[in-house]
């Protein structure tokens, strides 16, 4: 579980967002209502980092996103998988 605060630009509107999960092929987030299947987004997160894709899936205030280019598995990103 990864729960971090981050900002996201989906088709031009900004928000806040929680980040709930990451694997090398997107991130689970909280806080994203009303966004669609296919919108696009730009996740930014609190240590600046950027992650760009679609939505994979949206369920009430819940959504995932694919990213554009999946992550190695090594990612520093995973490092809190260990704490």
């Known amino acids: 579980m990864l729960n971090d605060i981050?900002?996201?630009e989906i088709?031009?509107?900004a928000r806040t967002v929680l980040i709930t999960d990451a694997s090398s092929g997107g991130l689970g987030l909280?806080?994203?209502e009303g966004?669609?299947?296919g919108d696009y987004i730009t996740v930014v997160?609190?240590?600046g980092r950027t992650f760009r894709g679609e939505i994979a899936w949206s369920?009430?205030?819940r959504s995932?996103?694919?990213f554009d280019e999946e992550l190695p598995h090594n990612?520093?990103?995973f490092s809190w998988e260990s704490v």
Do not use: C, Q, W, Y
Request: no cysteine; net charge negative; proline share 0%.
């Open 6 to 8: 981050g900002k996201a």
């Open 11 to 13: 088709n031009g509107e």
């Open 30 to 32: 909280d806080f994203t």
């Open 35 to 37: 966004v669609k299947d």
């Open 45 to 47: 997160l609190s240590t």
């Open 59 to 61: 369920a009430g205030t």
């Open 64 to 66: 995932g996103i694919r």
């Open 75 to 77: 990612d520093i990103l």
